[in-house]
């Protein structure tokens, strides 16, 4: 089966500006995830979709990330403004079911300067 | 408590060597404990799993150990190679709840 994916692979901008991620997840997987990875450290949850309803954004700075499932398929991540502690790998997962595991796309390096 | 905590924060082992990972929990709710392995530039894949009914799990060259008491689970990572080098995360995750925690990940590097 064809992986998570995820555009673009690096991303470089300058603080204050935005910028967006996308993601397309594993076909029939219901629930989507987007990780922010820091070096060095281990992934955080930001937010969790099921299908296009958000289960849990406790996490996300919501007064600059924003997140959307459109038809429960393909998921955008935005940031806006961008802050130098934004710099971190994004990593969009999907699961079927949390037993067998997540499926984690390649991820979005992200480098805010 | 949603932390895990994970130790060591990088780790050594020649060739043919046994690497031994640590995590620890407080949340006595977690009943899913899976490990991951991250290779530099992908996202991390699932490794093995265990559940707190059972104290050990075996996956070819991988086992996981639980201590249920102890609120701790390791892995170990028999007759290491050095495909094996990679960054390796525990993770825990509540009934219910189809997300999970994970630890600050350990940097395994395997000399030949």
């Known amino acids: 089966e064809a992986g998570v994916a995820q555009s673009p692979r690096y991303k470089i901008i300058e603080k204050r500006q935005s910028v967006a991620f996308w993601c397309n997840p594993i076909?029939?997987?219901?629930?989507l995830y987007w990780y922010q990875q820091i070096l060095g450290q281990g992934p955080k949850l930001l937010i969790q979709f099921q299908n296009n309803g958000v289960v849990d954004d406790s996490q996300l700075p919501k007064d600059r990330f924003s997140a959307e499932r459109l038809k429960g398929v393909d998921s955008t991540l935005k940031i806006q403004p961008a802050k130098l502690e934004d710099s971190a790998v994004y990593l969009c997962?999907?699961?079927?079911?949390?037993?067998?595991?997540?499926?984690f796309g390649s991820g979005t390096r992200l480098t805010v300067v | 408590q949603q932390q895990v905590k994970q130790s060591p924060q990088s780790l050594i082992v020649q060739k043919g060597g046994i690497s031994i990972i640590n995590c620890a929990y407080e949340?006595?709710?977690?009943?899913?404990f899976p490990w991951y392995q991250q290779f530099p530039g992908k996202g991390p894949a699932l490794l093995i799993a265990?559940?707190?009914?059972?104290s050990e799990k075996k996956e070819g060259r991988f086992t996981i150990s639980f201590n249920k008491s102890a609120k701790q689970f390791s892995l170990h990572i028999m007759d290491s190679q050095p495909g094996d080098s990679a960054t390796y995360f525990c993770a825990a995750s509540m009934p219910g709840f189809q997300k999970l925690v994970f630890g600050t990940g350990t940097r395994l590097l395997v000399s030949p």
């Open positions: 265990i559940r707190p009914d059972v």
């Open positions: 076909s029939g997987h219901a629930t």
């Open positions: 949340n006595t709710a977690f009943d899913y």
């Open positions: 997962a999907s699961s079927l079911d949390l037993q067998v595991g997540y499926t």
